[in-house]
């Protein structure tokens, strides 16, 4: 059922099961799983389902006093970076997906806070559904099944210290529009447009949350009362709404150790290396195949469904180097007409090209990193309010000599491996920079400002994402990382949220 909440009145009490607080990756997620269950859903966005309000987007807005935060070359904003609508920043992601490592959920003595409280093998049995979610093919990450089945051909360095990892791509998938019709359907389920939560409601000496108070950018408040909520809104606007929460625990909710908002990460994004091959030696493995299932090869994919490898450096070589993670994928290096900077390569002109054909023959890595967690960065409240009246987001985002060494070491490292193999050269700036001076950009992935624990002296929420000092209060979406990982955060988002969905069906509902 949909509901508009400028048709409700002030004063109006929704009364439900489930309190689902964001409608985007996560948020959906949960309510699709929930859907038809016999749990009643309510559901409450801020936005709308078509497009964007500008008044409703700039809620978002705020300021980053940390590292600068560009994309494409061009300044981002915590207004810009977000999509406040229906679908959350699937209205505008690229698709990439990737399952973290087993190795990202271990305590890693080189890597100050790592270590999740729960292993991998908790969350990969909710992978393959995510995938289907998100509209991606078969649960297979090795590149043997991609390479066997759709003729991608061999990978230029797979051994001990240097994988090629797979990453696969959907259309990208838009939430919004894939389940608007059936959560709008489901007879269990209301999801409330244009509802900002504006406070999570708790008494005096109590662990429960009593009740969320709701309201539109015109006036019209009202309440939800729940058995269990579950706070989906993003890396930045959870803690913002955890800190905010503050009229009756004056540091916020979940926040008696002075946790929420600190291990604030992001993916750097580095242009880095340049690689010239060997003769007639092929990267077609490596490059995004968007309409690979449209030739007829290998089984049925979703439609627009890809698959590409990338270098990786082995769990085993990250562990002997004490390494970050990092994943480095290539563009051709031929420049973009009147830009000057790389391109990424026709796919229609390489579906042409037959596996093992000569290559372009010039490669430029563009890496994607791990952020060590630091409590230094940070999501806090700054004096400005919105128009709802709540303090707005600030940002200090930092970015450390150990996340940028870390690139430039595996970097190396692949760059070895490709002599040994006889692949060909990277060229690999040796020199080394100052942070502050390094061409740095984001991938738009906000994860850890509540980060999971098992203590809460270590973390905000538990091992089934759990506010420890709210029972009845969940977080859903990638703030709740220990740690990042190299893998793009959206498929793990949603595994993560089916798992909190299994985990309310079956043990609090």
């Known amino acids: 059922m949909l509901l508009d909440a400028h048709d409700l009145a002030t004063g109006d009490e929704l009364r439900t099961d489930v309190c689902i607080i964001g409608a985007g990756a996560a948020g959906i997620a949960i309510a699709m799983d929930l859907a038809g269950s016999g749990h009643d859903v309510v559901v409450l966005e ?32 915590l207004d810009t970076v977000r999509i406040r609508a229906f679908g959350g920043s699937t209205n505008h992601w690229s698709g990439l997906c990737r399952p973290l490592d087993p190795e990202d959920f271990e ?24 995938q289907g979610l998100l509209g991606l093919g078969p649960y297979d990450y090795d590149w043997r099944y991609w390479s066997d089945n759709y003729g991608l051909g061999e990978p230029l360095v797979d051994d001990d210290v240097v994988e090629t990892v797979t ?29 900002n939560v504006t406070n999570l409601d708790i008494a005096p000496e109590s662990d429960l949350l009593d009740s969320v108070s709701v309201s539109t950018l015109d006036g019209t408040t009202f309440t939800v009362v729940a058995t269990a909520y579950v706070l989906a809104t993003g890396g930045i606007e959870v803690p913002r709404m955890l800190l905010a929460s503050n009229d009756v625990r004056r540091a916020g909710l979940g926040n008696q150790h002075d946790l929420v908002g600190r291990y604030f990460m992001e993916h750097p994004h580095v242009m880095r290396g340049l690689v010239v091959l060997e003769g007639e030696v092929s990267a077609y493995l ?72 000569p290559s372009a023959g010039r490669l430029q890595l563009w890496a994607r990193g791990e952020q060590a967690p630091d409590p230094a960065s940070r999501v806090t409240l700054s004096a ?66 509540t980060r999971m624990a098992e203590e809460p002296r270590r973390g905000v929420v538990d091992a089934n994402c759990r506010v420890h000092d709210v029972a009845n209060l969940y977080v859903a979406g990638s703030s709740v990382f220990t740690t990042s990982g190299y893998a793009n955060p959206t498929l793990t988002i949603v595994a993560l949220a089916l798992r909190l969905s299994d985990h309310l069906r079956n043990q609090v509902l």
């Open 286 to 357: 490596y490059y995004g195949h968007r309409e690979i299932s449209e030739q007829g090869i290998g089984p049925p994919l979703p439609p627009m469904a890809t698959a590409h490898g990338a270098f990786a450096v082995t769990p085993e070589g990250r562990a002997t180097h004490e390494l970050l993670g990092a994943a480095f994928t290539v563009r051709t290096a031929l420049p973009d007409a009147g830009s000057g900077t790389p391109a990424a390569p026709d796919v229609t002109e390489l579906l042409d090209v037959e596996a093992g054909a």
């Open 384 to 449: 400005e309010r919105d128009a709802l009246g709540i303090r707005r987001a600030q940002l200090d985002w930092r970015v450390s000599d150990q996340d940028i060494d870390s690139i430039h070491r595996s970097l190396v490292l692949v760059a070895n491996r490709f002599g040994t193999h006889r692949k060909g050269r990277v060229q690999v700036e040796q020199d080394s920079q100052p942070v502050a001076d390094w061409p740095v950009e984001i991938g738009g992935h906000h994860m850890g400002t």
């Open 107 to 130: 305590q890693r003595p080189w890597i100050p806070n790592s270590g999740w409280p729960i292993a991998f093998g908790d969350v990969e049995p909710y992978y393959p559904a995510a």
């Open 167 to 195: 990453y696969q791509m959907s259309e990208p998938i838009r939430m919004s529009q894939a389940y608007r019709d059936d959560l709008v359907d489901a007879d269990n389920v209301r999801l409330v447009i244009w509802a």
């Open 46 to 77: 801020s936005g709308g389902l078509d497009g964007l309000d500008p008044q409703t987007q700039d809620l978002y807005a705020g300021e980053n006093v940390g590292h600068p935060m560009v994309m494409a070359e061009a300044d981002m904003h």
